[in-house]
């Protein structure tokens, strides 16, 4: 059983490296799932602590990877058109696979702005912002998911 546990806790962890990247998987909750399944086998036990700080850790992330995106459309002085923009290109972009999720904030926070009469470079800015902050989101999911990698590379060997 522990070693259907781990191959299977394995296979989570690589899904979950690629969901940081395709949006259609949810990256960090799958290498968190792994941990546990490692977990649970007889081989390895990690605390108790370290499972409920990797759980926060996890919840965090998938929170700030939905923040951080209008945070940034924002922060290059978007306005509430360019951060509604930004989160309906975002949504939109879903559909559109990783490229529509790369593009999709930046040109839906480009059009809002330049619907509510920003001029073209307020548009660019507000768009670069939400670039950004999805660049920053899928950079903070990757290396959650690596840490986890490690850590469940380093209790096996």
């Known amino acids: 059983m522990d070693i259907f546990l781990i191959i299977l806790g394995s296979i989570l962890l690589l899904a979950g490296i690629v969901g940081c990247i395709v949006p259609a998987l949810p990256g960090v909750p799958l290498s968190y799932a792994g941990l546990i399944l490692l977990h649970l086998t007889d081989r390895v036990q990690f605390s108790w602590q370290f499972l409920v700080v990797w759980l926060v850790i996890t919840i965090a992330v998938q929170l700030l990877d939905s923040i951080i995106p209008v945070w940034g459309t924002k922060h290059f002085g978007g306005s509430k058109a360019g951060t509604w923009g930004a989160t309906i290109g975002l949504i939109a972009g879903f559909l559109l696979g990783v490229w529509g999720i790369i593009l999709g904030p930046f040109v839906?926070?480009?059009?809002?702005?330049?619907?509510?009469?920003?001029?073209?470079?307020?548009?660019?800015?507000?768009?670069?912002?939400?670039?950004?902050?999805?660049?920053?989101?899928?950079?903070?999911?990757?290396?959650?998911?690596g840490l986890m990698t490690y850590y469940f590379i380093k209790a096996l060997v």
């Open 108 to 145: 839906g926070a480009v059009v809002a702005e330049l619907i509510a009469g920003k001029t073209a470079n307020t548009a660019l800015k507000s768009g670069l912002g939400s670039l950004i902050g999805i660049l920053t989101g899928t950079v903070l999911k990757l290396v959650c998911s």
